[in-house]
């Protein structure tokens, strides 16, 4: 399965539209998502071009965009064997512990999840933690909150295992 993934697209503040190198780098993806801070939901129109799309509210959303089936606060996701959760800002209740991973209050571990992709940061992080793989696409508008072309990325899982490639735009 090959997803792809980008947060942070601030339209039309950082950009009037979706920067058209997102459309090539995402060709022949499987499906989409967004991790927050999209600001209108014609992105999401326009992503659906491309694959289906889902995506986590951002904290500069606005909550009438939850109405939209695509949305929610985070997507829990089984891809191929693998849970993923799809949430804007990162989660720092799954901090590893002599390869444990801790969980929130409440949560049982095995709820825990494989992949954390988030948002929030404007930056594109690959980060293996205990048993979790965190990773922020960046912003492909507004990277490290500077206009211009940032990046997005493409998670590939192919029978439980998972490469991850962020492309400069």
């Known amino acids: 399965m090959r997803v792809g993934l980008l947060s942070d697209t601030h339209i039309p503040i950082a950009e009037p539209v979706l920067p058209s190198a997102i459309t090539e780098a995402f060709r022949g993806v499987d499906l989409i998502l967004h991790?927050?801070?999209?600001?209108?939901?014609?992105v999401l129109d326009e992503l659906q071009r491309i694959a289906p799309v889902l995506a986590a509210m951002g904290d500069d959303d606005y909550v009438n965009m939850l109405?939209?089936?695509?949305?929610?606060?985070?997507?829990?996701?089984?891809?191929?064997?693998?849970?993923?959760?799809l949430i804007h800002e990162r989660p720092y209740s799954y901090i590893?512990?002599?390869g444990q991973s801790r969980?929130?209050?409440?949560?049982?571990?095995?709820?825990?999840?494989?992949?954390?992709?988030?948002?929030?940061?404007?930056?594109?992080?690959?980060?293996?933690?205990?048993?979790?793989?965190?990773i922020n696409p960046g912003?492909?508008?507004f990277p490290d909150y500077c206009r211009g072309p940032g990046t997005v990325a493409i998670l590939n899982i192919d029978s439980g295992e998972v490469q991850v490639h962020i492309l400069q735009l």
């Open 96 to 98: 590893s512990v002599s």
């Open 67 to 85: 109405a939209d089936d695509r949305m929610k606060q985070e997507h829990i996701l089984k891809l191929h064997g693998l849970r993923l959760q």
């Open 35 to 42: 991790a927050g801070d999209i600001y209108t939901l014609t």
């Open 103 to 134: 969980h929130s209050a409440g949560q049982d571990i095995y709820d825990a999840p494989d992949i954390v992709v988030f948002g929030h940061e404007h930056r594109a992080v690959v980060q293996r933690d205990g048993d979790i793989l965190f």
């Open 139 to 141: 912003s492909p508008t």
